[in-house]
């Protein structure tokens, strides 16, 4: 893989760069949450810069379903860009128009510009190559060089992600680099007892990766939405909380291999279960009851995991070597349930094991309950992107930078 470094030595002043970046940041409206996504790409950005490239910076925000939704735009994102670099950043109301050919014809040497949301794009996320490859040729019409530094999304198949590099010269940004070289630490000499801790809403991306990690870790704890298929395949009552009905005998296949295999599968002896989700706006006090993992109400969701739990978990965490942690245990953005994804974050802070955490709503949980960044061995800025490669799958945004 070609490095950015070697990138600057041949020079690329005047050269149109695209950077494919992960900007998705947590926005509560137009106010960016956690910037954690955007500074983390800026080592990459700045370089490229100062070295008088004309840098077109790129990313999906959210998930929206291939075209143009304001909720979704990357205009906050590349105002919070301008700000962190101290410069002024252009912004493409389009991701291939007009918008973006004017945008970026008008940069000078040293000048950035984002453009707008990758996925307002139906060919960006499509599962036909064709139609991904069509969208990638008109990416490639804006670049000269492709630089890949979207860490969170290098496990996503996606014309940004995977197409575009095809056809234009390419290296690995800084993130990447710095991204893989930790991650390369837990595939090669993992120190053991080796903890995995798993949450968060993805809950059909994150269960695929358990059967991997069935082989891998000592001990793999269950919160977030992901705890009530287990539950429910255990046979109990889960309410309305987050199922993945059709996993259920997969899920099932896992606690039976866990108990073959020795592996320690936790789930949640108890929960805070509430008959609405929580007001993420306004923040008023939730109405919720605690209550043991076998006794949720029909008419309640799981948001968090409840008192017991956390003691439980923090008592797996307490003797490990190594860490990972992706997924935050319930809805953390609500005061009333922040304390299980707290509890955690205490955990791995107060033991002495390597601790990775990984995703975007888990690096931005810990932060923004006030946890320092460095008590933690290292936060990626990839969830599903770091399961993936401890998994030891191939992932296309890495492969399609091999030379
Ligand atoms: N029990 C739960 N029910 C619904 N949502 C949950 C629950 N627990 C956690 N979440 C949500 O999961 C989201 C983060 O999930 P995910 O994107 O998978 O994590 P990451 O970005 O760290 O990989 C958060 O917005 C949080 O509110
Ligand atoms: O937030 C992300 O992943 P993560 O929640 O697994 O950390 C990435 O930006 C990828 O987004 P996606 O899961 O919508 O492809």
Redesign the pocket.
């Known amino acids: 893989m070609k490095t950015i470094d070697e990138l600057l030595a041949e020079g690329v002043a005047g050269k149109r760069v695209f950077v494919r970046a992960?900007l998705?940041v947590p926005l509560a409206g137009d106010t960016i949450t956690d910037d954690g996504?955007i500074r983390a790409v800026q080592p990459t950005i700045k370089a490229l810069a100062e070295a008088g490239a004309r840098v077109v910076v790129a990313?999906?925000?959210?998930?929206p379903k291939g075209a143009p939704d304001p909720a979704f735009s990357l205009a906050p994102a590349a105002r919070r860009l301008g700000e962190l670099l101290g410069t002024e950043v252009a912004f493409a109301t389009d991701t291939v128009g007009d918008s973006a050919k004017a945008t970026v014809a008008g940069l000078a040497d040293g000048q950035v510009a984002v453009i707008e949301n990758l996925?307002f794009n139906a060919g960006e996320?499509s599962k036909d190559d064709a139609e991904r490859g069509a969208f990638a040729d008109r990416l490639a019409e804006l670049a000269d060089l492709y630089v890949g530094d979207?860490f969170?999304?290098v496990?996503?198949k996606?014309a940004s992600v995977f197409d575009l590099p095809a056809r234009l010269p390419h290296a690995a940004g800084y993130l990447i680099a710095t991204e893989v070289g930790v991650l390369e630490k837990l595939t090669s000499d993992v120190k053991r007892p080796y903890v995995v801790v798993l949450g968060?809403a993805?809950v059909s991306?994150?269960l695929a990766v358990i059967d991997e990690l069935l082989g891998k870790a000592d001990r793999i704890l269950i919160g977030g939405g992901m705890a009530y298929t287990f539950l429910k395949a255990k046979g109990y009552e889960v309410g309305i909380s987050l199922l993945q009905e059709d996993q259920i005998p997969t899920v099932t296949e896992y606690m039976e291999r866990a108990e073959k295999n020795g592996v320690e599968l936790v789930l949640p002896v108890d929960i805070l279960a509430s008959a609405e989700f929580p007001d993420l706006k306004g923040k008023t006090p939730a109405d919720y009851i605690t209550v043991d993992a076998d006794a949720i109400p029909s008419d309640k969701e799981g948001l968090d995991i409840g008192p017991k739990t956390r003691e439980l978990y923090a008592s797996k965490i307490a003797d490990a070597e190594t860490v990972f942690w992706?997924?935050p245990l319930g809805v953390f953005e609500h005061p009333d349930y922040a304390g299980g994804t707290r509890a955690i974050a205490q955990a791995l802070v107060d033991s002495s094991a390597f601790t990775v955490v990984?995703?975007?709503?888990?690096?931005a949980a810990v932060r923004t309950l006030g946890f320092d960044e460095n008590a933690f061995g290292h936060i990626?800025?990839?969830?599903?992107?770091?399961?993936e490669y401890l998994e030891g799958k191939t992932l296309p945004g890495l492969a399609a930078l091999e030379d």
């Open positions: 992960d998705n996504r990313s999906h925000l959210g998930r996925r996320t979207g969170g999304a496990h996503r996606h968060g993805k991306d994150k992706n997924g990984g995703g975007g709503d888990s690096a990626s800025t990839g969830g599903g992107a770091s399961l």
